[in-house]
């Protein structure tokens, strides 16, 4: 049982380049989440999605957007990288209830050049 | 003022000491608290939730306090895998709404 996956684990980008962040999840949760993380900040919410086909955003949304292809799949796109994005990005999912705790993929390391 | 605060520590504790955790949240409606556990460089992962009433977990005692809006950790008999940061998390407002403080970093030593 895989839990969340996140692909890639590193990745280094020139200012202005593109890429998208994949997430997976094999566990039927209904809720996504994509989180940053950044020194003596604590995780703060990019994107999350509460059931497949809605996406809402969080607390730093901008410069970022996402899709909720499927059920299992939640992906994170970073359309002009900027220095000030180079963080450790994790996605994370959760089954719907108030009690229920968040499963974290292993994380993602991006520096932006 | 942080909606979830805590201590960035570190805190260095010896072996098999007691060490404690404290956690203020700002949001008098939220609902949902939880203690997570992170690894240098590496993801959270849920070490325990915590309820009205208080909850142990082996070494390990959560409890929270809704009239002064805090929860606390307690570790007893410290062992050096617990060197770690450790996580406050509050649900607050909508149920996707998880607020996370800073951290607080534990150092046991030999």
């Known amino acids: 049982n895989a839990g969340v996956t996140q692909t890639p684990k590193f990745q280094v980008l020139k200012t202005g380049q593109s890429m998208t962040l994949q997430c997976a999840q094999d566990?039927?949760?209904?809720?996504m989440y994509w989180y940053r993380q950044d020194p003596g900040m604590g995780l703060r919410l990019i994107y999350y999605?509460?059931?497949?086909?809605?996406?809402d955003k969080g607390e730093v949304p901008n410069g970022y957007n996402v899709s909720r292809l499927n059920k299992r799949e939640f992906s994170l796109r970073l359309e002009s990288a900027a220095p000030s994005q180079t963080s450790v990005y994790f996605c994370?999912?959760?089954?719907?209830?108030?009690?229920?705790?968040?499963?974290f993929g292993n994380g993602t390391r991006l520096t932006v050049t | 003022r942080k909606e979830v605060e805590q201590d960035p520590g570190p805190f260095n504790v010896p072996e098999g000491a007691t060490v404690a955790f404290n956690c203020t949240y700002s949001?008098?409606?939220?609902?949902?608290f939880f203690w997570y556990r992170q690894d240098c460089r590496k993801e959270p992962k849920l070490l325990m939730s915590?309820?009205?009433s208080g909850n142990e977990d082996g070494r390990f005692t959560a409890q929270l306090n809704r009239a002064s809006q805090y929860i606390s950790l307690l570790i007893r008999d410290s062992k050096l895998s617990d060197s770690a940061t450790y996580l406050c998390?509050?649900?607050?407002?909508?149920?996707?709404?998880?607020?996370f403080g800073a951290g607080t970093r534990l150092a046991v030593h030999p």
């Open positions: 999605s509460a059931s497949e086909g809605t996406t």
């Open positions: 566990m039927n949760h209904n809720s």
């Open positions: 998390v509050v649900r607050s407002g909508g149920y996707n709404k998880l607020i």
């Open positions: 994370a999912s959760s089954a719907r209830g108030r009690d229920s705790p968040l499963h």
């Open positions: 915590v309820y009205s």
């Open positions: 949001n008098s409606a939220s609902q949902s």
